[in-house]
């Protein structure tokens, strides 16, 4: 009988959680940025192997602060380390602990007997594997801890053969041909997004979301979408624009060619700017846009 289990991946922000449900997909499921607080939903990442169906939940990295927006995201995160069968706690093995780990561990608590505890970016080499090692021991003695570059994708066989040892026989959630449940329309706005981030970290990663506003198919078979880019400020309107739209149209031409690597059907994309300079305090959207 086949096994099954729904496994959160928990970690601060820019552990590599998204780097590591992608590395277990084979997969470009979850979008990758240096910024932190890049993922912003529970995205879902499917690995089917002979033993059975393991759902990866990537969670937006855990950060203290009292903002609406960290709030929400959050509680998302918290959320998805609650309804898991197994949590990854993923440690950043090239940063110190420091408070925000020790404010992770403790949300950790409740889910003690459910952790699988991984550091992460051993590859690098001022990577502090033995402070990591220490860290956890002292909090959940009982937990295995493993080794990992989700990056160079080493450690993973090991990974996997502890996950799939921890899940249960149990039927499969999503088909065979599955590796993420994401609608297009969603999975789209995040590689829009991804690349907003990627070429404005320094002005202003966190002032944007996508809004998806239509899409139709072309007789060819291509999808032509439209997406409106909002955020807080004319001056980041003119940014997002860039000199004569060249930045927008570098947003638009190297998401379009990471499209064309995901869908079989080309994806034409039109996009916009727009300011809404309340976006983060209307809770109402922030409910909408992070889930
Ligand atoms: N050297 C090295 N870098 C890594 C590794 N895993 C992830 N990274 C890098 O760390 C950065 C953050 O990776 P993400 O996967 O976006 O991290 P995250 O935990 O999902 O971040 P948030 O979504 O912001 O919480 C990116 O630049 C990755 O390339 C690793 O094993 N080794
Ligand atoms: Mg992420």
């Known amino acids: 009988m086949p096994k099954s289990a729904f496994v959160a991946i928990a970690g601060r922000p820019s552990a590599g959680k998204s780097t590591l449900v992608n590395a277990l997909c084979g997969e470009k499921v979850s979008i990758v940025t240096p910024v932190p607080q890049t993922t912003r939903n529970a995205v879902r990442g499917i690995v089917n192997r002979s033993e059975g169906q393991l759902v990866l939940m990537d969670t937006p990295g855990f950060h203290i602060s009292d903002k609406r927006l960290n709030k929400r995201l959050r ?165 997002l624009i860039g000199k004569g739209g060249s930045m927008i149209k570098r947003i638009r031409e190297e998401a379009e060619a990471d499209l064309a690597q995901i869908f079989d059907y080309p994806v034409i994309l039109k996009l916009s700017v727009r300011v809404d300079p309340d976006w983060k305090k209307d809770e109402k959207r922030l409910k909408d846009l992070i889930f």
């Open 75 to 239: 509680d998302v995160a918290v959320d998805a380390f609650s309804d898991a069968d197994i949590v990854i706690y993923l440690i950043d093995a090239s940063r110190a602990v420091g408070p925000e780990e020790e404010a992770l561990a403790g949300a950790l608590a409740a889910a003690a007997t459910r952790l699988v505890v991984v550091i992460n970016k051993v590859d690098l080499p001022g990577a502090k594997v033995a402070a990591a090692r220490l860290f956890v021991a002292g909090r959940f003695p009982a937990a295995p801890i493993l080794e990992i570059s989700a990056l160079k994708l080493q450690g993973l066989d090991a990974l996997l053969a502890a996950l799939y040892e921890r899940a249960v026989e149990g039927p499969a959630w999503y088909p065979e041909e599955y590796y993420t449940d994401q609608e297009p329309a969603f999975r789209i706005g995040e590689i829009i997004r991804e690349k907003i981030m990627l070429h404005t970290r320094d002005e202003m990663p966190h002032a944007v979301y996508v809004s998806y506003e239509d899409s139709r198919r072309a007789s060819d078979g291509s999808l032509h979408a439209s997406y409106d880019l909002v955020v807080e400020r004319d001056s980041q309107k003119g940014i």
